[in-house]
């Protein structure tokens, strides 16, 4: 067997479902699924049930140990020649396989990935997240799997492909909780292995479904990046800064704005005016920078307007969780556990 999909899952049977229905239209055929419910109360035995005769698949139940232990415990059962790893909310196009085919036959590679696109029966906001995380505006292109990128690209665990006896020799995904697959990546590069983008194996990810489930994961983002840096400090790239340099620069906007608004109550007419708009006058012109971006990808304004909070979500969320990560570990000096013990397993 070529292809071995691994999906771990966690208390999301309707995503499930959706990706199975996916890789059942699969053209090339020469693959099984790996499906690994991490300690999940709502489990997604059912739905794997219902497409027992359509797919060469198997199920397994464990204690919650976090996604990478558990992409770990499928790739242990799993029978291909290359792993593919999957998130439980992504959909693949019926020609993905056929392009990983097309793309290793071209020129052999140990690891690869592919970019993610928005579907078009996905909400106004999950559009509008999907433009946070793969425009050149916000993430430098680092994730949409275009030529304008900041950094070279590094498989993500939403579509990300690895030889099984790389794996092996790597041992895997290590026990972060965040930005366990960039450490995996990292070590691939690391090792002088073969590592490629592959931009027609593309996915739909579907990612969070409210800027508040969003915000959390940018967040825990901006967090794992400081991680990662205290294990590779070669890792970090000015891209990796932008983010907190631009929540710092937005605070600093809004305290010379609300100077501004103080000095008018004051009766400091000019003064006020002045720093109100050097405070708000930048902001506003990245937002219709964005706005008119999305607005000529997606031809809507609902979308666009939603697009501009998406990227001042991922932009903002990202840097808080970077600038605390690097006070707790890099001023306080606390290990990767104790400095936050939610990101990582036991």
Same mark, same amino acid.
């Given at each position: 067997?070529?292809?071995?999909?691994?999906?771990?899952?966690?208390?999301?049977?309707?995503?499930?479902?959706?990706?199975?229905?996916?890789?059942?239209?699969?053209?090339?055929?020469?693959?099984?699924?790996?499906?690994?419910?991490?300690?999940?109360?709502?489990?997604?035995?059912?739905?794997?049930?219902?497409?027992?005769?359509?797919?060469?698949?198997?199920?397994?139940?464990?204690?919650?140990?976090?996604?990478?232990?558990?992409?770990?415990?499928?790739?242990?059962?799993?029978? *291909?020649?290359?792993?593919?790893?999957?998130?439980?909310?992504?959909?693949?196009?019926?020609?993905?396989?056929?392009?990983?085919?097309?793309?290793?036959?071209?020129?052999?590679?140990?690891?690869? *990935? *592919?970019?993610?696109?928005?579907?078009?029966?996905?909400?106004?906001?999950?559009?509008?997240?999907?433009?946070?995380?793969?425009?050149?505006?916000?993430?430098?292109?680092?994730?949409?799997?275009?030529?304008?990128?900041?950094?070279?690209?590094?498989?993500?665990?939403?579509?990300?492909?690895?030889?099984?006896?790389?794996?092996?020799?790597?041992?895997?995904?290590?026990?972060?909780r965040f930005g366990?697959?960039?450490?995996?990546?990292?070590?691939?590069?690391?090792?002088?292995?073969?590592?490629?983008?592959?931009?027609?194996?593309?996915?739909?990810?579907?990612?969070?479904?409210?800027?508040?489930?969003?915000?959390?994961?940018?967040?825990?983002?901006?967090?794992?990046?400081?991680?990662?840096?205290?294990?590779?400090?070669?890792?970090?790239?000015?891209?990796?800064?932008?983010?907190?340099?631009?929540?710092?620069?937005?605070?600093?906007?809004?305290?010379?704005?609300?100077?501004?608004?103080?000095?008018?109550?004051?009766?400091?007419?000019?003064?006020?005016?002045?720093?109100?708009?050097?405070?708000?006058?930048?902001?506003?012109?990245?937002?219709?920078?964005?706005?008119?971006?999305?607005?000529?990808?997606?031809?809507?304004?609902?979308?666009?307007?939603?697009?501009?909070?998406?990227?001042?979500?991922?932009?903002?969320?990202?840097?808080? *969780?970077?600038?605390?990560?690097?006070?707790?570990?890099?001023?306080?000096?606390?290990?990767?556990f104790s400095?936050?013990?939610?990101?990582?397993?036991?």
């Amino acid at each position: 067997m070529k292809y071995s999909f691994v999906v771990p899952v966690f208390n999301r049977p309707d995503e499930v479902r959706e990706l199975l229905a996916s890789l059942c239209e699969q053209k090339y055929k020469d693959f099984e699924v790996i499906i690994v419910e991490d300690g999940s109360q709502v489990k997604c035995e059912a739905e794997v049930e219902t497409f027992r005769t359509q797919l060469d698949i198997h199920y397994y139940y464990k204690d919650n140990s976090g996604p990478g232990q558990t992409r770990n415990y499928g790739v242990e059962r799993a029978q *291909g020649t290359y792993i593919i790893v999957l998130d439980s909310d992504v959909v693949i196009p019926p020609d993905y396989l056929n392009a990983v085919e097309a793309e290793l036959e071209a020129a052999p590679c140990d690891a690869f *990935g *592919g970019p993610d696109r928005a579907h078009s029966s996905f909400t106004p906001i999950q559009k509008a997240i999907n433009y946070a995380m793969t425009s050149f505006f916000t993430t430098g292109g680092i994730r949409g799997g275009r030529k304008q990128k900041l950094d070279k690209f590094y498989p993500r665990s939403f579509n990300m492909g690895v030889r099984r006896s790389v794996y092996n020799d790597l041992q895997g995904f290590s026990k972060m909780r965040f930005g366990e697959d960039i450490d995996f990546s990292i070590r691939i590069f690391k090792a002088q292995l073969r590592c490629r983008l592959f931009p027609d194996a593309w996915v739909w990810h579907k990612r969070r479904t409210d800027f508040r489930k969003f915000f959390r994961q940018v967040y825990n983002s901006g967090i794992a990046r400081i991680n990662l840096y205290k294990k590779y400090p070669e890792s970090l790239k000015l891209v990796h800064l932008l983010p907190m340099v631009f929540t710092l620069g937005v605070v600093l906007l809004a305290g010379v704005a609300l100077t501004g608004v103080v000095a008018l109550l004051l009766g400091c007419v000019a003064l006020g005016q002045w720093l109100v708009i050097a405070g708000v006058s930048p902001l506003l012109v990245y937002s219709l920078a964005l706005f008119v971006h999305a607005l000529t990808m997606f031809g809507s304004l609902h979308i666009a307007l939603l697009s501009v909070a998406a990227a001042f979500t991922q932009l903002l969320g990202y840097g808080f *969780g970077f600038l605390q990560a690097w006070w707790r570990r890099c001023v306080k000096g606390k290990d990767e556990f104790s400095a936050f013990e939610k990101t990582f397993y036991k």
